[in-house]
Every structure is written in C-alpha cells, then in structure tokens.
C-alpha cells in the first residue's frame, strides 16, 4: 500500500511519497517521512519493509558523506545511484533488503534526474517513476500529462492529480502524502498533503 | 511466471558476409507492469565484440560490470583486445562459477574474428554455449525468434540487407511477446563501422 513517486522537469526532480507507518492493520503514524536526504542536492524516496528502509537509506546515506569528507567533492547522482545499485546487489544473495527505491538529484553538468532502482537491484535513469499499488494510477497519469519541460507548478498539478487518483481507487489509499523537490537551490521539502491529522487530546 | 520472464526481453544476433547484426528489443517491465521503453541490453565489450544479455535486468547489469572488468583487465595484461571465441569461452566460464546459484541471464555474443570472420554464439543462464552459423536467439520472445529467423534469412546478405531482415524478424517476434517490444535497438557491426539504429515498433 506504500505509493511512491516521481518525476524530473526543467532543472528540478520532484518525488511524492504517502507518509503512513502501517504494521498489519494497525496504522501507527500518518506523518512518517519516508524521503531522506543523501546530501544538500540529492533526495531518495524509499518504499519497502519498514527496517530495511531505515536502515538501508541511512547507511546510503553515510557512506555519501564519507565520500564526500574523504575525496572533497560530492557524488554525482548518478554515482551515488550506481553505489546504491552496487550495495542492493552484493546484499541480493545474501541477505537482501525490501527497499524500492526512487532516487532523485540535481547536478550542474547533468542537470535534475531521477533514478528507479528496485529491490532486486534494478537500476534504470527515468523521467518519471513510481512504486507500490499506487504505481497503478499514478504512472498512468503521468503518462498522459507529463512534458520533459514542465515548470514546478505544473509538476505539482500533475503529482496532485496523482495524489487525487490514488486517493480516489486505491483501496486502503494513504490519507497524507509529503512532495519534496530537488533543484539547483538544493534539496527541500515541499508540501505536505494531509487528509487526516493526529489530533492533541484535550488534557483531562 | 518464471524469474527469466520478469523483466521481459528479446535479443537476436545474426551472420552475414564479414558482417554481423545484433539487436534487442528496449522494453523494462515489471512482469504485467512497463517501468521504461529504452532499457539498454546490448553492450560493447569492443570495437568487435557485443554482448546482448537477456534475462533478469539485474543479473544483466551486474553480468555486464563483471564482464567490462575481466575484458579491461585482459587488456591491460594481454595488450589486445578478446577475440569473440575467447570472449565467449570467458562469459561460459563465469556463468559456471556460479553454478548452484546462477545468473539468470541468457547471454548472445557476437563478433568479428580475425580475417573478419562474424562469429554469434548464445548460452543458457549456465554457460553451456551454442555455436551456430546462422543466427541466435534469447529472451522470453525466443520461440517466436527462432521462427521468424529461420524464414526470413538466407547466407551471406551485405549489410543493408542483414539490417533490415534482422529488424522485421525482432518486430515481428516481439508483436507476438506481451513482456517484449517498445522498440527495437539495431547494431550492425562490419570491419570498418558500428551502425547503431533505433527501430520503431509497435508501442504496446
């Protein structure tokens, strides 16, 4: 039921993941921020098994930081992709992690990309991406609106409208979503889309 | 479904007068699910070698790493580039280290020898190589590759000919293979250039 997706426009990446922490059919929290980011320029956006995707991500996301601290400079996204792909893979045999990931960057040379990598060490380059149920409906829909040159405001049109479409057939649709957006400026976050919020108890 | 037919492909290579063709189709599927339409299975090991790796996208990726890093290697060592048989001796051999827990992959080779001669050679995902003199196929469109191929080709065509019986055969197979299509991707290789063309086919 996780629904993770994205899509790369002019000089920016977006992804949109739902932020519910589901354990069988207890929903323990509606605000979980399952997009990290590796470093001030690149996003990735993880769906899976609930440990793995921690611990995975955030071990991604140290070794980025070393490289950076050893050789000076930051990974490009593509190197950090192929990194991750490389760690996926080694572990595939082994003992493999549940992670799908979307991987998303800006660099000066490259410019905005995004990067699908599954959980059996898949790597692909896309414009647009996504994962889980939700993939249904939203790759669809970003099939038939999506332009290479989009601006961010159509971009968030499209990823609403994604939103709007899960919500609306998929169903045990996630009630919140959070979108962050990568581009020249750095990695942030966007917005949040939120149906459901935790109430504070009244003090008794 | 089998785990060769997850990602869905189709890869043929054929001989012709001190040329040879090799082609694939661009599809990367999830099983039912199209993820991208210009997935790259066909890789230049050299100037006179190809490989085109059909099968599971991840075991194609890492098959290719493990295969450009034994070739550069051999270069450094031998101060030449492989020839195809050698190549195809050396992905056998690989595919058979690991034996009891094989990459699942289908490898097509294909290649000029010396005085020119076109070498092609396919093998199952254990290594056991398949010489032919003709043509060869792999990937989930095999069957049908096998009898378009064997119809439309005939000994000895230039390369303009090998070209366009190469890519009616790919079309045509892949329009009958739901995991296979989106395209094809064209290599014509003769002793003085690579012609690398994008077909376009049916989109579904």
């Known amino acids: 039921m996780e629904c993770v997706f994205g899509l790369v426009g002019n000089g920016f990446a977006i992804v949109a993941a739902d932020s519910s922490a589901v354990h069988s059919i207890l929903l323990h929290k509606n605000n979980e921020d399952k997009i990290m980011a590796l470093d001030s320029h690149k996003l990735i956006a993880a769906s899976g098994e609930p440990g793995d995707r921690v611990q995975f991500t955030e071990y991604v996301q140290k070794n980025v930081s070393l490289y950076q601290f050893r050789n000076g400079l930051p990974l490009t996204t593509a190197a950090a992709a192929n990194f991750t792909r490389g760690e996926l893979a080694t572990a595939l045999r082994k003992n493999p992690y549940s992670v799908n990931i979307l991987m998303a960057g800006y660099d000066k040379e490259a410019g905005a990309s995004l990067y699908y990598i599954d959980y059996i060490a898949t790597l692909h380059k896309v414009d647009k991406g996504a994962f889980g149920y939700g993939s249904y409906f939203s790759l669809s829909t970003m099939d038939r609106h999506y332009r290479s040159d989009m601006t961010v405001e159509e971009a968030i049109e499209l990823v609403d409208q994604c939103i709007l479409e899960i919500r609306s057939r998929l169903v045990i649709a996630p009630p919140n979503f959070v979108i962050k957006i990568v581009d020249k400026d750095g990695a942030r976050e966007y917005a949040w889309r939120m149906t459901v919020q935790d109430v504070t108890t009244a003090a008794v | ?204």
């Open chain 2, 1 to 204: 479904m089998s785990i060769f037919e997850y990602n869905g492909s189709a890869v043929v290579a054929m001989v012709g007068k001190n040329c040879f063709a090799i082609a694939s189709d661009r599809r990367l599927g999830v099983q039912l699910q199209t993820i991208a339409t210009d997935f790259k299975r066909i890789s230049k090991i050299h100037d006179r070698v190809f490989i085109g790796l059909s099968g599971l996208a991840t075991d194609v990726q890492t098959l290719y790493q493990r295969l450009v890093f034994r070739h550069k290697l051999y270069q450094l060592r031998e101060e030449r580039d492989m020839k195809p048989e050698t190549f195809a001796s050396l992905v056998s051999a690989i595919l058979y280290e690991k034996r009891f827990g094989p990459y699942l992959c289908q490898p097509v080779i294909a290649g000029l020898g010396d005085d020119d001669k076109p070498f092609i050679c396919t093998m199952d995902s254990i290594g056991a190589k398949e010489l032919a003199k003709d043509f060869v196929v792999s990937g989930t469109a095999s069957e049908s590759l096998y009898g378009a191929c064997e119809a439309m080709y005939k000994p000895d065509m230039e390369a303009e000919e090998l070209f366009e019986t190469i890519s009616q055969a790919l079309l045509s197979s892949v329009d009958r293979d739901c995991l296979s299509g989106w395209g094809g991707h064209v290599y014509v290789v003769t002793p003085t250039e690579v012609k690398e063309r994008i077909l376009k086919g049916r989109m579904d």
